[in-house]
């Protein structure tokens, strides 16, 4: 038999996918590919008769035969086989492909200071879990090390148009006047080179003044809030050193920030803890009361044992509460309204755009992390850690043999856990963070969240499948890239 | 599509390959043109030194009032590259490929075969 004629012959199966429903419809989201396609008709007949057996071309004809013209059944095998919905041999790939050597940064975040006004409970940079030693690194970060940052952001960006700098701590304003030259610096190199930079901030708002506000709001800087609700539920974790509760400082900066900022973002980012989990009342109180219009939720990076770590049981109630919210956006979205619950928005849009991931993040792939002694990792989470480690903005710059050899270990290709699993596309196999905390190691999978990831996913692709199918143009707006 | 719906943006690429690889393309037809909303066929007017290559036909849709001969398609291959068509090398293996060939509209019949 001739290599043509095997191919003809070899029985054909159901691609790689995950099968979901939603406004009544089945639907097949494909992998690695991230496409989503609906099944009607003749389609969904032939994908039925796959679901129990393999079948050659000539077996799917006959088995149709008097029920459909065989050129209609030719074509649809065609279709679905163009699509990767069906296979008859290997798919066309199992994964993306290693990015290019020296792949063109994006992103710095500058942690301006390792130090903090606050000393909140699961913090990942101070209590139990730590990885950074910061003993005998500078607290601040100076002028000279923003500088060598910035510079090397420019030189590593090769022709990207437009570059992101991120501000990050310890409590970043610590360092304000660090933040403000930086600034000021990387927008004349901007416009030296004929590039663009926009700006970032994370910040426990403690210090925030007006004229930090203004000058926030004249540069068009992002900001992240971290807080966790109203008073009860902040005061809990994020505690001055003296374990006084720091909502009632933060709330009234918080409005006049919310008040005269109007150029980008404010976001508030929800650190989930033991004591600290009413999702649905966080919420509440953060979009009605403070008036934030994005609202993200995370629980605490954590090794198992710590008292603040969320397990069991009461995950999964974090997890309904996720639900409970992530269907109300739906609501909102079928109605043309806008939900803040920016989680299930950040999912819906890499749905949307059919994302199929190498990495989990762009850490040590389009963005590095600099520590206040000038040391790059691939995220600011390693920031002065041992781990992650690729070089040093005033020695030398990137590392690119630390950074390749990352890029190599924690590609999907490199993570054999994650090569079933049908929610790769999306998820990459986990925060290197996470896993780092959990098992000692950066590139393992964080196996412990997979179940979670896996339901979430599928939760937000029944979500996508709806408003695609009865209010698409709600959609637009994670057209753009 | 015909069978599957394409619902998000990467399955729509996989539509849009799928209709290249089905139909004709259509670059720089004027859907819009009087010609095609009266259902005839509408070539774009022109001068195949402008265009070239592209457009083999007159207005009329033949090839009698070309302002360049069709032939000359070959030729532009052969000098100005345009076309993605494999065409003798005449800088160091076939320099006289053409020599016999003066004026392409009457005796490109004359061009040489060359087996590679």
Known sequence: ?481 | MNSLHALNRKAKRFAQDRQAALHDVEALQDKKHKAKQQGRVYYPLGCTLHFSPGWEVDVSGGTAGLCQPVERDLFDCYLGCAWPAQVPDHVSNNPDWTSKCSAAANDWRQVDVIYP
């Open chain 1, 1 to 481: 038999m001739t290599a043509v004629a095997e191919a003809i012959a070899a029985p054909y199966r159901i691609g790689e996918h995950h099968a979901f429903y939603a406004a009544g419809r089945e639907f097949l989201y494909l992998v690695p590919s991230g496409a989503i396609f609906g099944l009607e008709g003749l389609s969904k007949t032939i994908v039925d008769l796959l679901r129990h057996e393999a079948l050659p071309r000539e077996a799917i004809r006959s088995r149709l035969a008097g029920l459909h013209p065989a050129a209609e059944v030719e074509a649809v095998i065609e279709e679905l086989e163009f699509c990767d919905v069906i296979i008859n041999g290997e798919s066309r790939e199992k994964f993306p492909a290693l990015p290019e050597p020296e792949f063109p940064i994006q992103r710095i975040v500058l942690n301006t200071t390792n130090q903090c006004n606050l000393a909140c409970g699961y913090c990942y940079e101070y209590s139990d879990d730590k990885i950074a030693e910061s003993a005998g690194k500078p607290k601040y970060m100076s002028t000279e090390v923003a500088q060598a940052a910035i510079d090397t952001l420019f030189k590593e960006a090769a022709g990207r148009p437009l570059l992101h700098v991120t501000f990050f701590g310890g409590e970043t304003l610590l360092n304000f006047p660090l933040m403000k030259w930086a600034v000021e610096y990387a927008n004349k190199k901007a416009r030296e080179s004929g590039k663009q930079v926009d700006y970032s901030l994370t910040t426990n708002a403690t210090l925030l003044t007006e004229e930090i506000v203004d000058f926030l709001a004249a540069n068009r800087i992002g900001v992240t809030v971290s807080i966790d609700g109203d008073k009860e539920l902040h005061d809990r974790m994020r505690v001055f050193h003296s374990g006084k509760g720091s909502y009632d400082v933060i709330a009234p900066r918080i409005k006049m920030l919310l008040a005269r900022h109007k150029t980008n973002s404010i976001g508030a980012r929800v650190t989930l803890s033991s004591g600290v989990r009413d999702v649905r009342r966080i919420y509440d109180h953060l979009t009605k009361e403070l008036g934030f219009q994005g609202v993200g939720f995370s629980p605490a990076t954590a090794n198992p044992d710590r008292l603040y770590h969320i397990g069991g049981q009461k995950m999964d109630d974090v997890f309904d509460a996720f639900s409970e919210l992530a269907w109300e956006y739906r609501d909102f979205a079928l109605k043309g309204g806008q939900h803040y619950f920016t989680n299930v928005n950040d999912s819906i849009k890499e749905l949307h755009q059919g994302i199929s991931k190498a990495y989990t993040c762009g850490a040590g792939l389009g963005l590095l992390g600099v520590s206040t002694s000038g040391g790059i990792a691939a995220c600011h989470r390693f920031a002065d850690s041992p781990v992650a480690q690729m070089g040093n903005v005033l020695d030398g710059g990137v590392d690119h043999g630390a950074r390749r050899q990352f890029l190599e270990n924690h590609h999907i290709g490199a993570r054999p856990d994650c090569h079933s699993c049908w929610v790769r596309p999306v998820c990459a196999g986990g925060c290197y963070h996470e896993s780092f905390i959990h098992h000692g190691q950066t590139a393992a999978s964080t196996l412990n969240q997979c179940d979670r990831v896996r339901n979430w996913i599928d939760l937000c692709l029944r979500i996508y499948g709806e408003i695609a199918v009865h209010n698409p143009q709600f959609l637009q707006r994670f057209d753009e890239n």
